[in-house]
């Protein structure tokens, strides 16, 4: 079937041509072989229609390699795993910090600071080599939604204005350097033109290239635990309210899992899944 002339509907209603060559990035993304991604592909080719949504390639996908490999299927669930973080957007700001906890970050979440002209609560607060930044964190629950330029405009002022108080007080110990954006979807092309502009560094699910917040994950193996194709959303949000976050921090602390009542057979699948998911990175 000739796929270049199918119209796809992304989540934002935008109405855009089928790529053959996303649809395989994405899968090789997961670590799967090639022989898997060429099964995958071919069929959800034969599946293909005018007007198919994004949402229902990307189901269609998603079943064929929990089919696999359950781990496989988690990794390719990694974007839809951080909109299920919400509603609040509390475990977003606690998954940022491990992102640069694991970076080399000393993090500190939920931090009232007095700035200059008021006080400002703080969504996470990194110090490395003497050095401070404030990060905060835009999580979107619903896909399509980007940032636009009110958010840095905004966060640029907050971090302007603790910046003038933090470097003021010796007391402190270090200098507040940088200020973060950091949101689970898109920034807008002025968002990043304001952003660059004033000295902001911005992290979203694929920006900068090579290193937005996607790749950093896959390199960390940093997976939330709502990437597991195993636990129930009951289960998930469970953890998450006892601020496991982390698929990393479920294994070394099973005593959630018995907690939950899950059995013996479940927990060790759950583990197993887990365990080859954090030790499976892209390189």
């Known amino acids: 079937m000739e796929t270049s002339n199918i119209d796809v509907i992304k989540s934002s209603g935008e109405k855009v041509k089928f790529s053959l060559d996303k649809l395989r990035a994405s899968l090789k993304r997961t670590g799967a072989d090639t022989e898997t991604i060429n099964q995958i592909i071919d069929k959800v080719r034969d599946e293909l229609y005018q007007g198919i949504s994004t949402k229902e390639i990307y189901n269609r996908a998603f079943a064929l390699?929990?089919?696999?490999?359950?781990?496989?299927?988690?990794?390719?669930?990694?974007?839809?795993?951080?909109?299920?973080?919400?509603?609040?957007?509390?475990?977003?700001e606690r998954f940022v910090s491990a992102v640069f906890k694991y970076s080399g970050y000393?993090?500190?979440?939920?931090?009232?600071?007095?700035g200059h002209c008021v006080?400002?609560?703080?969504?996470?607060l990194a110090h490395k080599n003497?050095?401070?930044?404030?990060?905060?964190?835009?999580?979107?629950s619903e896909q399509g939604l980007n940032c636009n330029v009110k958010?840095?405009?905004?966060?640029?002022?907050?971090?302007?204005?603790?910046?003038?108080?933090?470097?003021?007080?010796?007391?402190?110990?270090?200098?507040?350097?940088n200020g973060w954006v950091v949101t689970n979807t898109r920034f807008t092309e002025d968002a990043l033109q304001y952003g660059n502009c004033c000295g902001l560094n911005l992290l979203s699910w694929d920006y900068p290239?090579?290193?937005?917040?996607?790749?950093?994950?896959?390199?960390?193996?940093?997976?939330?635990?709502?990437?597991?194709?195993?636990l129930t959303n009951r289960e998930k949000q469970f953890l998450l309210s006892r601020d496991v976050v982390l698929c990393r921090e479920l294994i070394n602390d099973?005593?959630?899992?018995?907690?939950?009542?899950?059995?013996?057979?479940?927990?060790?699948?759950?583990?197993?899944?887990i365990k080859q998911l954090c030790q499976t990175q892209n390189q």
């Open 65 to 92: 390699l929990k089919k696999k490999k359950s781990y496989l299927a988690s990794k390719y669930k990694l974007k839809k795993a951080i909109y299920e973080l919400g509603p609040t957007g509390f475990p977003f």
């Open 106 to 114: 000393d993090t500190e979440v939920g931090k009232v600071l007095q």
């Open 119 to 124: 006080k400002h609560e703080i969504d996470v």
């Open 130 to 140: 003497h050095e401070t930044s404030i990060v905060e964190c835009k999580f979107h």
């Open 151 to 177: 958010i840095p405009l905004y966060i640029n002022s907050r971090y302007q204005d603790v910046k003038t108080h933090w470097n003021a007080n010796p007391k402190n110990g270090t200098q507040l350097t």
């Open 209 to 230: 290239k090579n290193n937005g917040l996607k790749d950093r994950i896959d390199r960390l193996g940093l997976y939330p635990i709502t990437v597991s194709t195993l």
């Open 254 to 273: 099973v005593f959630f899992l018995d907690h939950l009542g899950v059995s013996e057979v479940r927990k060790q699948r759950i583990l197993n899944e």
